[in-house]
């Protein structure tokens, strides 16, 4: 694993921190404005059609919205990432293979123990 990676994994949740109130507050600025332009747009006042040219960039602003939520729900924070990474090598290790049949044994066996001593001390 490179220093790259591992630089990148712990600046994940920075990242996820940083994007979802950006969606948030784009989100809620796209909805605002593009209420207050279609209400402007229906009327003659001229002032209205000021504003409804002045926020002809409404729709690059929704469009940043609709791109950034995929990412602010799928960025995975720093522990899913890890666990993406460990958890395969763990499993498909030669120890686990071999040794994991007998280790699931061994503690299937104590917690019957266990229990049937619990049972008995009630």
Do not use: C
């Not at 694993?1 to 979802?20: C, G, K, Q, T």
């Not at 799928?74 to 990432?81: G, L, V």
């Not at 460990?86 to 040794?99: A, C, F, G, M």
């Amino acid at each position: 694993m490179s220093p790259w990676m591992i630089y990148l994994w712990l600046h994940a949740d920075v990242v996820v921190n940083f994007i979802r109130p950006f969606v948030g507050i784009t989100a809620s600025l796209s909805i605002i404005l593009l209420l207050i332009r279609s209400v402007a747009k229906r009327t003659q006042d001229s002032d209205a059609k000021i504003f409804v040219q002045a926020t002809k960039g409404v729709a690059k602003l929704a469009w940043v919205f609709i791109f950034m939520l995929p990412v602010a729900v799928a960025m995975p924070d720093t522990k899913t990432i890890a666990a993406m990474y460990v958890i395969p090598k763990i499993t498909e290790s030669d120890i686990i293979k071999k040794d994991l049949p007998e280790i699931y044994d061994l503690a299937i066996s104590k917690l019957k123990a266990e229990l049937e001593e619990s049972e008995a001390a009630e």
